[in-house]
């Protein structure tokens, strides 16, 4: 297969090839051609700006575009020299961070007055370097695994425009996998990292509770929620949370401190470790497609191949539907009671409302701490393994228009499948990432979850950067759709 993926690469002219080769590049390239000169940072962002107008009229991965900030902060950057590991380097924002004068919309249309200061996680990617070019899609509050809403519309996946990017940071998911951003930050409250990831061939992971801040909101849908970026490889991924990695005295959790960088840590091999592998779903009466469990074998093999001793395990998960189904509701309620216009909410969220006002905020503290204890049934789990590897969802991409005329039971169960190897470990807090694992043979995206002990993001870096240079992935490009012409 080529580096274009199964369907060929892009049409366009010399420009267009230019732009692409450019903004395909990793993160950690792209800053380096500014550092040493090769490349000034407006002319990066010029040419994402490009790709954006080029490409996203067929994926609707962005929001709103900052051109003109983009290109000033760009300019700033130019004028100043580097000044950090992300210098000049332009990246998205999901719509549930702040940026400042930009509207949160949170996927919807019930916000209208401007942030006045980027969220923490955007201030520490500006003082690495990094200019905001824009903010993504997302379904209405993040509570759906497909990035559909009522205010801005669909969001398509690049690999194949009439299929679901996944949720609920599709928008960053498609804007990185069609190769508009290296970049884009999302959130994770019951898989909404790894599940576009692993719907658009990415890597995204999943940080431990508490790695990344939430500030200004002490928490992201209670425990449930962090916040992290998705990238096209592992070293991109370390290196931004390197700079994302910290807390603020406002956050509600704070995870135990890394000791060394992340980068660095990819340098050390991890060792022979133990594995354990599964294709049990957390959720019951969910069964897995075939190609999910053929692209978990795979997975296993190779690790054979590495070194790794790996075997086949069957995980006695604990039940989270309680928790979650807690934090879930206080969570939306918590988000909506924020909102300028409630009147002008999706009726699929005036029906989770409704839901949520019957759940006190007693029940909401009684999830956390049933989540606590979990994790440290859990724990056990991790005593005879180092790692977890599973699935990542349990079906293939769905049809764009899954919410579509559903109300809030039928939008629960087309979720269900999506979420059943994934919520799981919002629960718990444990790191949990996709891991690219090739395509299937309907051209779209395979990918396999790494899970590990809590507070151990470093060990399912490391491996999965071992499988990345076993199978390299980060080539692998979608055929974009030629932009139409009016």
């Keep these: 297969m080529d580096k274009d993926g199964a369907r060929g690469g892009e049409q366009g002219g010399e420009q267009d090839r230019d732009d692409a080769e450019l903004m395909f590049q990793s993160v950690e390239r792209q800053a380096e051609l500014v550092r040493t000169g090769k490349i000034t940072s407006r002319a990066l962002v010029e040419a994402a700006l490009r790709r954006i107008a080029r490409n996203d009229p067929a994926l609707g991965a962005f929001r709103i575009v900052l051109a003109e900030q983009a290109l000033a902060e760009a300019d700033a950057r130019d004028a100043a ?16 961070l702040d940026v400042a004068g930009q509207v949160t919309t949170f996927g919807g249309a019930a916000n209208r007055t401007p942030a006045a200061d980027d969220s923490e996680a955007v201030h520490r990617l500006r003082a690495a ?68 990831a692993a719907c658009c061939g990415l890597f995204g992971l999943k940080p431990q509770r508490g790695r990344v801040s939430t500030a200004p909101n002490p928490h992201l849908w209670y425990a449930l929620g962090t916040v992290g970026p998705l990238t096209r490889n592992v070293r991109d991924s370390a290196l931004l949370y390197d700079v994302l990695a910290g807390t603020t005295p406002t956050d509600r959790w704070a995870a135990r401190p890394a000791t060394t960088s992340w980068v660095r840590a990819l340098e050390t091999p991890p060792g022979r470790l133990r594995i354990g592998y599964s294709a049990k779903p957390a959720v019951p009466g969910i069964r897995p497609h075939p190609a999910h469990v053929e692209a978990l074998l795979d997975t296993v093999r190779a690790l054979r191949e590495l070194g790794h001793d790996v075997r086949e395990v069957n995980p006695r998960y604990p039940d989270a539907t309680a928790p979650f189904a807690a934090q879930f509701c206080g969570g939306v309620r918590a988000e909506a009671a924020a909102v300028e216009r409630p009147d002008l909410l999706e009726q699929r969220t005036r029906s989770t409302l409704t839901l949520a006002r019957m759940v006190p905020e007693s029940a909401v503290e009684r999830g956390i701490r049933a989540g606590e204890r979990l994790a440290l049934r859990v724990d056990r789990m991790f005593t005879t393994m180092d ?56 051209g779209l995206p395979l990918a396999v979850q790494l899970v590990g002990r809590r507070d151990d993001e470093v060990t399912v ?9 076993a199978r390299p992935w980060a080539e692998l490009r979608p055929a974009l759709p030629a932009p139409s012409v009016s």
């Design 81 to 96: 020299g580097a000044d950090g590991p992300l210098h000049g380097v332009p990246i998205a924002i999901k719509d549930e």
């Design 129 to 196: 370097g990094a200019v905001v070019i824009g903010k993504t899609t997302m379904p209405e509050f993040g509570q759906w695994p497909f990035t559909e809403s009522v205010a801005h519309g669909h969001t398509h996946n690049p690999w194949d425009t009439s299929r679901t990017p996944g949720g609920s940071s599709g928008g960053s998911a498609a804007a990185v996998a069609a190769g508009l951003v290296g970049a884009a930050l999302g959130g994770d409250g019951g898989g909404s990292i790894r599940i576009p």
């Design 387 to 442: 790692l977890l590897l599973t699935p990542v969802i349990a079906e293939r991409p769905r049809p764009v228009g899954a919410l579509d005329g559903a109300g809030l039971l039928t939008a629960l169960a087309r979720s269900r499948p999506m979420v059943a190897y994934t919520a799981l470990w919002n629960v718990t807090g444990h790191p949990a990432a996709s891991v690219p694992a090739g395509l299937g043979s309907d």
């Design 461 to 469: 870096l490391r491996v999965a950067a071992q499988l990345e240079t």
